[in-house]
């Protein structure tokens, strides 16, 4: 009797990340980009439309794309969207967040992140992940490798 041999999964390779900036945002970019075996491009480091029309035409990259005129020239090409939220579920973290929000000589301009709900109705064919905290997250990064 032989073993059923295992069925290679296929694994995105054009994945656009959205979530609020800081350091475990460019932590969990450049752990999916490893997993994926894809290079990490912030599209910040790019110098305007001609530059992130050619990242898009590439074949594998992960990218965030925090300036509304980027989406288009990305999602077009993109097989994954990941919305993930990686705040601080520190009581800590929770109290710096609830400041920021109240006082408004501390409040830091949250990302606008509305365009992650629309996109699928812009381009069908995206599939979107949603990572509602630092645990699904690693979970969804470890289920990937």
Do not use: C, N, Y
Not at 53 to 77: I, K, M, N, S
Not at 96 to 120: K, Q, Y
């Amino acid at each position: 009797m032989h073993a059923l041999a295992a069925t290679s999964r296929r694994l995105p390779q054009r994945v656009v990340v959205a979530g609020a900036p800081g350091e475990a945002l460019s932590a969990f970019l450049q752990r999916l980009a490893t997993v994926l075996d894809v290079p990490l491009v912030p599209l910040a480091d790019l110098s305007g439309p001609g530059e992130v029309a050619r990242l898009a035409a590439f074949d594998g990259w992960v990218t965030t794309a925090d300036e509304a005129w980027q989406r288009p020239l990305v999602l077009e090409r993109t097989e994954v969207l990941v919305r993930v939220d990686l705040a601080s579920a520190t009581f800590a973290g929770k109290v710096r967040r609830t400041l920021r929000r109240i006082r408004s000589d501390v409040r830091e301009r949250e990302p606008d992140l509305g365009w992650v709900d629309r996109a699928p109705a812009i381009h069908p064919r995206l599939a979107v992940v949603r990572l509602p905290d630092p645990d699904s997250a690693e979970t969804w990064l470890r289920s990937l490798g």
